[in-house]
């Protein structure tokens, strides 16, 4: 250990005696850095401000959760599953749902969902425009807010009136008989931005009667308890081996889109750590040149091989943590010019779903990725040391010594 402080010490005097040739040499490493943090900080602050739009625009914490085939398997949607799926942490609330694809009589397309009137106010969340929610075991509906201005518009429908519904049902011979169903519009709900814009809510006893009696279920709506436990919650839903949609699927995609604007983003800034790398490397091979003479009189008097890598590599471990450090900080004012003169242009040309972040910062520069900076700093600057450091070690004392004169 003490040998190591010494060399330490050695390594840091040497570097101190050529301080502008280490400094430029750093710089070169130190302007890969600030790329590559500029860069990864610019593809975070995106993914930051997308994430932020979809948990500020959608309802994030509602789930769906649907049958699924697992090698080979329907996995169905039985009470023992409903079960399994309640007793998932985390959960705030849920509820199994019947669906259905109905028409009015006047051929008006209606996605219908069959649900619990007991159990779905705590997982759907629903606000009304006008009206109340539907009554246990009703023909009542609820329309979401399209659905609502649809029926309206060309239909004719209000709060209050009826609502035909033509179901197709088959007769004893196997033809095919429209039966009508009417329910009562008794409810119409806020504008939400999601599925049940364009659904008609109806009692899921009910909706299974219409279908023959079968007591069977179509999927299971769940409301999670925090935004952050979200994606905990889909992996107990698909480790039942059921499908889970909702709003967090967005999330997903622009995860997968921004990792892969990020690779591309950095690869081309890694560019310029090559360069970095090659000028180390050059500074190295010269300055071994340079101390030829040195570094055999350090070895005729009693340093070994690895003494003199250890020595090599520590100069280099140096320049590293400079670079890094520089690389830091010119990667923060790199990303702070993003801020001022790019976040316009980057925001006009996202559109007006970051119009609301025109306020924040469009950069997102974490703890993490500024170590991750200098470490990337350190372990170029060694690798780039290594090929001097192994030529210095082979160097015949006794030749080394006598080139010097």
């Known amino acids: 250990m003490a040998k190591i402080f010494e060399s330490l010490k050695i390594s840091a005097r040497q570097?101190?005696?050529?301080?502008?040739?280490?400094?430029?040499?750093?710089?070169?490493?130190?302007?890969?850095?600030?790329a590559v943090v500029g860069t990864v900080s610019l593809g975070e602050g995106i993914r930051y401000q997308a994430v932020e739009a979809i948990k500020?625009?959608?309802?994030?914490?509602l789930i769906e959760a649907t049958a699924d085939i697992r090698s080979g398997t329907l996995q169905l949607i039985t009470p023992a599953k409903i079960d399994e799926i309640a007793a998932i942490p985390h959960l705030k609330g849920s509820s199994a749902i019947v669906r259905e694809a109905y028409a009015t009589k006047?051929?008006?397309?209606?996605?219908?969902?069959?649900?619990?009137?007991?159990?779905?106010?705590?997982?759907?969340?629903?606000?009304?425009?006008?009206?109340?929610?539907?009554?246990?075991?009703?023909?009542?509906?609820?329309?979401?807010?399209?659905?609502?201005?649809?029926?309206?518009?060309y239909e004719g429908i209000r709060l209050g009136d009826s609502i035909p519904i033509l179901i197709r049902q088959y007769d004893e011979d196997g033809m095919p008989v429209d039966v009508q169903v009417d329910f009562t519009l008794v409810g119409v709900l806020q504008e939400r931005d999601d599925q049940f814009d364009q659904m008609m809510l109806i009692d899921r006893g009910v909706a299974q009667e219409l279908r023959g009696g079968e007591a069977s279920f179509d999927g299971v709506l769940i409301r999670v308890d925090h935004p952050e436990e979200v994606f905990g919650v889909v992996d107990g839903v698909k480790a039942l081996g059921l499908t889970a949609t909702g709003a967090f699927e967005q999330i997903e995609s622009v995860n997968r889109?921004?990792?892969?604007?990020i690779l591309l983003l950095a690869f081309f800034a890694g560019v310029s750590l090559i360069v970095g790398a090659l000028m180390i490397?050059?500074?190295?091979?010269t300055s071994i040149f340079e101390r030829t003479r040195e570094i055999g009189i350090t070895m005729a008097?009693?340093?070994?091989?690895?003494?003199?890598?250890r020595l090599i590599l520590?100069?280099?471990?140096?320049?590293g943590l400079i670079g890094g450090v520089l690389g830091d900080l010119l990667g923060i004012a790199f990303a702070g010019v993003i801020n001022i003169f790019g976040k316009p242009f980057i925001i006009a040309q996202l559109g007006d779903t970051f119009a609301t972040f025109a306020d924040a910062e469009i950069t997102l520069i974490t703890p993490g990725l500024l170590v991750i900076g200098i470490l990337i700093a350190i372990v170029l600057s060694e690798v780039s040391g290594f090929y001097p450091a192994l030529k210095a070690a082979r160097l015949n004392p006794v030749t080394a010594i006598r080139s010097g004169e």
């Open 15 to 34: 570097v101190a005696r050529k301080r502008m040739r280490v400094l430029l040499t750093a710089l070169g490493i130190a302007i890969g850095v600030a």
């Open 56 to 61: 500020e625009q959608s309802d994030l914490t």
């Open 106 to 153: 006047r051929q008006t397309y209606l996605g219908v969902m069959g649900v619990d009137p007991a159990e779905i106010g705590g997982v759907i969340k629903p606000r009304f425009f006008k009206g109340e929610p539907i009554d246990p075991g009703s023909r009542q509906a609820v329309l979401g807010h399209d659905l609502a201005e649809t029926l309206q518009r």
């Open 257 to 261: 889109l921004m990792d892969v604007v």
């Open 281 to 285: 490397m050059n500074t190295m091979i």
């Open 301 to 309: 008097i009693g340093a070994s091989p690895r003494d003199v890598v």
């Open 314 to 319: 520590f100069e280099c471990l140096y320049i």
